[in-house]
């Protein structure tokens, strides 16, 4: 059936009501128009004596319908296959930056303790003192 089942992708439901004479409730119904399904794949329909679309073969329809089903929910498997396996991907990758993150903030914690360690020592923490070594005008050293 592979592709030719793809024909039921282009099918148009209608609501429509049969004639008085065949339902005098006027019970709204459910299904396809023979002519237009006939233009759309001719194997779909019966035909009356003058070869004129008559009713859809409905049981060709559904057998169809099952089998763009299949195709779809093997679509639907393999996406989810796909998907777990790139949520594994991701769920790795993230474990491994945390990892990383925290080894970073052990190495900056290290170094702001060496910081505050040089910054605590007397001798290093006062502020240099700067000499000027220029000549004012009209002064002589």
Excluded: C, W
């Amino acid at each position: 059936m592979a592709a030719a089942s793809e024909a039921i992708l282009a099918l148009k439901p209608v609501t429509f009501r049969y004639k008085e004479d065949l339902d005098p409730a006027g019970t709204a119904q459910f299904g396809l128009v023979a002519e237009e399904v006939a233009r759309i794949d001719p194997d779909l329909v019966g035909r009356d004596e003058q070869g004129k679309p008559y009713t859809v073969r409905y049981e060709a329809v559904n057998a169809m319908l099952l089998n763009e089903f299949l195709k779809e929910h093997r679509k639907v498997e393999k996406m989810e296959t796909r998907m777990a396996e790139e949520r594994k991907k991701f769920e790795s990758a993230l474990v491994q930056q945390q990892k990383q993150i925290a080894g970073l903030t052990i190495g900056l914690k290290e170094q702001a303790a060496q910081l505050r360690k040089i910054n605590s020592q007397p001798h290093l923490a006062q502020q240099p003192q700067l000499v000027s070594n220029t000549k004012q005008h009209g002064q002589t050293n």
